[in-house]
């Protein structure tokens, strides 16, 4: 797969991508197959912010708002070490184009929106934020 070319012509933080390595091919392949829960994904690959991301949406579209706002701020702040590792000083791009970015990015909206259902203002619309500060895209196709 061919990394996409994201360079910041206004002289800020290049784009994080996090890593395509043999844990995540792993993880999304159990995943896309169908072959493991998410639940199971998250329990043998805890870093893996989709599967926590997974979790999150299943929990909401289940009327379990705690608890998909549990899982998606587990896969935020994994997510956040992940994006740490791979040289994130805290602001700049995550591109959703990037496939692995997808993970966190899903969490972080899953979390601006339970928040937002259980009267964390501050948090909904600071996540909100910080999701459209990290990709307009991902908000644009999340925020919806």
Known sequence: MTTPSHKNLL??????????????????????????TAADVAARYPTFSLAWATLADDAYAGGRVIESYAYARTGYHRGLDALRRSG??????????HVPNRGFLRCLAALARAAGDIGETDEHERCWQFLKDSSDEAYTELHG
């Open 88 to 97: 994130w000083k805290g602001h700049g791009p995550v591109p959703w184009s």
């Open 11 to 36: 002289g800020g933080p290049n784009p994080t991508l996090l890593p395509e390595n043999a844990e995540y091919t792993d993880a999304t392949r159990l995943l896309n197959e169908g072959s493991a």
